[in-house]
């Protein structure tokens, strides 16, 4: 190439590169346009709440139960419209089977012996009821086979239980219901039966700490609240038994956040341990034991749960006290509610009045 023409090439690639340079120099200077300050919303966890009513022990058999098969099958719940309290779960304990024994709803001989009629499974379908227990003393006392009819009949009738099997593999397992994005595991479990038909452990799911223990932190991580009914104790008597208190704590040690406690037939008081509440128990709703003062004298508990993001909180809403036979009704008596409330409030360890509702 040409000496001349080399030269003339190479400033020109030269004053190009100079060029270029200026320009991305003279850019790096330049501030930048100003541009609208983003705006930001503080995002909140959604909220959601569930309230739940617990009540105490419902016999449809014996004298209600003949009741229910010669008067009228909703007899037992006419004067009671539970539903008024707008609750979203409603949970009791079914203190009977349900069994077809030829019209029969209580032993001849044996008053402690009883069961409901087939019928009654439309009494409790239509009461207001959505989720019974039927771990209890009762549970057996037509024999195993009424036991398994009374699960299909609560099964067929799609009335949720806990406490009874028909076999023993699933005997553990919580029932596991949600309602408004709150997911709750329920358990429950009886000290005892009155009839101890062989092979009746393998159909009554008992107090037994090392298969709760390990089935409660199956699903501990996967659910909002744990919930155990229990059926146990001494019955008619002024304050809970050693051996409930006992299981009690042990309960809400090992990851029960709401303990309700069922047969002694009279309710106790409620006592706050931490985040769980122990409510040691929840007397009669419908049972015909009119021998005995407070047999006759309950309340139901109205809880409100409040989950928030990953947090779910549980606080007492009201207390509904009631006056308890054959067809229970809300308790109106003034003087009779605050003998009620006078109790309850002597065995708990918090302020009982501010949620006792008087109608």
């Known amino acids: 190439m040409n000496p001349s023409v080399y030269k003339a090439a190479?400033?020109?690639i030269t004053v190009t590169l100079l060029l270029i340079l200026l320009i991305i120099v003279r850019a790096m200077r330049t501030p930048p346009e100003p541009r609208e300050p983003a705006v930001t919303e503080e995002v909140r966890p959604a909220v959601s709440t569930v309230t739940f009513l617990a009540f105490g022990d419902v016999n449809l058999g014996r004298t209600v139960g003949q009741r229910i098969l010669?008067?009228?099958?909703?007899?037992?719940?006419?004067?009671?419209?539970i539903r008024d309290d707008s609750a979203d779960i409603v949970f009791a304990n079914l203190e009977c089977q349900v069994?077809?024994?030829?019209?029969?709803?209580?032993?001849?001989?044996?008053?402690?012996?009883?069961?409901?009629?087939?019928?009654?499974?439309?009494t409790l379908k239509a009461s207001g009821i959505d989720i019974v227990s039927?771990?209890?003393?009762?549970?057996?006392?037509?024999?195993?086979?009424?036991?398994?009819?009374t699960v299909d009949r609560l099964t067929e009738a799609n009335i949720p239980f806990i406490g009874t099997s028909k076999v023993k593999?699933?005997?553990?397992?919580?029932?596991i219901y949600e309602k408004n994005n709150i997911k709750f595991a329920i358990f429950a479990v009886s000290a005892f039966v009155n009839m101890?038909?062989?092979?009746?452990?393998d159909h009554v799911a008992v107090p037994d700490s090392a298969k709760l223990t390990e089935q409660i932190a199956l699903v501990r991580d996967s659910v909002d609240i744990v919930i155990l009914s229990y059926h146990g104790g001494v019955e008619y008597t002024d304050r809970p038994a050693d051996q409930v208190q006992r299981f009690a704590e042990w309960s809400v040690r090992n990851g029960v956040d709401l303990f309700l406690g069922h047969h002694p037939h009279v309710t106790f008081g409620v006592q706050q341990r931490g985040r769980s509440i122990i409510v040691h128990s929840?007397?009669?709703?419908v049972?015909?034991?009119?021998?005995?003062?407070?047999?006759q004298r309950s309340y139901g508990i109205k809880f409100l749960f409040r989950k928030e993001g990953d947090s779910t909180h549980m606080a007492i809403d009201r207390f509904i006290p009631v006056n308890v036979s054959m067809q229970t009704t809300r308790l109106t008596d003034s003087t009779e509610s605050l003998k009620l409330l006078r109790r309850t409030q002597q065995l708990s360890n918090i302020d009982i009045q501010q949620y006792w509702k008087f109608q």
């Open 196 to 201: 101890t038909f062989k092979g009746w452990r």
């Open 10 to 12: 190479a400033g020109i």
């Open 134 to 149: 039927t771990a209890n003393n009762h549970a057996v006392d037509y024999g195993i086979d009424a036991l398994k009819e």
């Open 169 to 175: 593999e699933n005997l553990y397992w919580p029932l």
């Open 99 to 122: 069994s077809d024994q030829k019209g029969e709803t209580g032993h001849p001989v044996y008053n402690l012996i009883f069961t409901a009629p087939p019928e009654a499974i439309t």
């Open 287 to 295: 049972f015909y034991q009119p021998q005995h003062y407070w047999t």
């Open 70 to 81: 010669k008067t009228d099958v909703h007899f037992p719940f006419r004067k009671y419209a």
């Open 282 to 285: 929840l007397g009669n709703f």
